[in-house]
């Protein structure tokens, strides 16, 4: 995850974004006649065995800066599924657009983020401003309550299953065994509201380089908080480039958690470009993720190593290509 992508979410107000579905079905129509087959393609096409999704960050070069025409690029070369961190910042007539699309073509829309806050101890001290020694757990309540009731409606919009929650800050006036235990007061109220709808909250540990200060930064540690609030609707997000900087040892780590681990994002270290770009041996990985059964999203969760080009682009998928498994 990316903080600019993530910073804390305003709600909107959507009792003013009714939408008919002559709007939606416009906004569908500008892929009509859209070509996006070029000469030397890698793929012709054939969809990938690993379910990879890009995000908006991936094809703009090829498909523009039109959401629907970059999802419709993606699909025509293999991937069939697709992120968008910053989903709860569209319009809902362009939420559901893309689900109507996903729809059409068969494809699975993976996390969205529903909370993250990279500055505040909200969850951990039931504070909503690092700079003032305030507690007030219910006006965190409120907050959490409104942004998961939001999250909600996107995921029923979208038709995704999942959802995003970085929770917070480390909080240093409060012991950390009380942190994590705040952090599970919260989680599990937050998971009631999920659970009826399907939508399950994966956390996300962030590494420490990139994120100092964030609550979670260990997998172990987001283990036991979902055992703690032992809920289907709370699991594991588990982001490779971010556990390789923190932990490493990214099969036995995977292993170790795997009761809790609902969704994979990937990502190259250093750098946090596509596999093949770092140190980090991903085509193993592919073939473990593989014969573990995991059926699951793996979002590409990082930039380009040639970013802006035609050509990188290009470079991107032949290297989803050369790591995906056979």
């Known amino acids: 995850m990316n903080e600019s992508d993530t910073s804390p979410i305003n709600r909107r107000d959507f009792a003013k974004t009714a939408i008919t579905a002559t709007a939606v079905a416009a906004t569908l129509s500008s892929l009509k006649g859209a070509h996006h087959k070029e000469k030397n393609m890698p793929s012709d096409g054939k969809p990938f065995t690993m379910r990879f999704g890009p995000n908006s960050r991936h094809f703009r070069q090829h498909a523009g800066e039109n959401i629907l025409d970059q999802i419709q690029f993606a699909y025509d070369h293999g991937f069939r599924t697709w992120e968008d961190n910053r989903?709860?910042?569209?319009?809902?007539?362009?939420?559901?657009?893309?689900?109507?699309?996903?729809?059409?073509?068969?494809?699975?829309?993976?996390?969205?983020?529903?909370?993250?806050?990279?500055?505040?101890?909200?969850?951990?001290?039931?504070?909503?401003?690092?700079?003032?020694?305030?507690?007030?757990?219910?006006?965190?309540?409120?907050?959490?309550?409104?942004?998961?009731?939001?999250?909600?409606?996107?995921?029923?919009?979208?038709?995704?299953?999942?959802?995003?929650?970085?929770?917070?800050?480390?909080?240093?006036?409060?012991?950390?065994?009380?942190?994590?235990?705040n952090v599970v007061?919260?989680?599990?109220?937050?998971?009631?509201?999920?659970?009826?709808?399907?939508?399950?909250?994966?956390?996300?540990?962030?590494?420490?380089?990139?994120?100092?200060?964030?609550?979670?930064?260990?997998?172990?540690?987001?283990?036991q908080i979902c055992q703690m609030v032992d809920s289907p609707s709370c699991k594991i997000l588990d982001d490779l480039y971010h556990q390789q900087i923190t932990e490493g040892n990214l099969i036995t780590n995977m292993e170790d958690a795997?009761?809790?681990?609902?969704?994979?994002?990937?990502?190259?270290?250093?750098?946090r470009k596509e596999p093949t770009t770092g140190e980090i041996n991903y085509k193993n990985v592919f073939k473990w993720l593989h014969e573990k059964g995991y059926k699951g999203i793996i979002g590409m969760e990082h930039g380009i190593k040639n970013q802006n080009t035609k050509e990188g682009e290009l470079e991107l998928i032949q290297a989803y290509r050369s790591v995906d498994v056979s």
């Open 87 to 181: 989903m709860p910042r569209r319009e809902v007539s362009e939420q559901i657009a893309m689900g109507k699309l996903f729809e059409k073509l068969g494809m699975e829309l993976g996390v969205f983020v529903a909370y993250a806050d990279f500055k505040h101890p909200t969850l951990s001290g039931h504070r909503m401003d690092f700079f003032q020694r305030k507690r007030d757990k219910n006006e965190v309540r409120e907050m959490l309550v409104g942004k998961m009731k939001e999250a909600v409606e996107i995921a029923k919009r979208c038709g995704t299953k999942y959802c995003t929650i970085v929770p917070g800050t480390i909080d240093p006036s409060v012991l950390p065994e009380y942190q994590t235990a």
């Open 258 to 271: 795997w009761d809790q681990i609902a969704y994979i994002q990937v990502g190259d270290v250093p750098g």
């Open 185 to 223: 007061e919260h989680l599990k109220y937050m998971a009631e509201i999920c659970e009826p709808t399907g939508l399950t909250m994966v956390l996300e540990p962030l590494n420490y380089i990139n994120h100092p200060n964030c609550f979670l930064q260990r997998i172990s540690h987001a283990h």
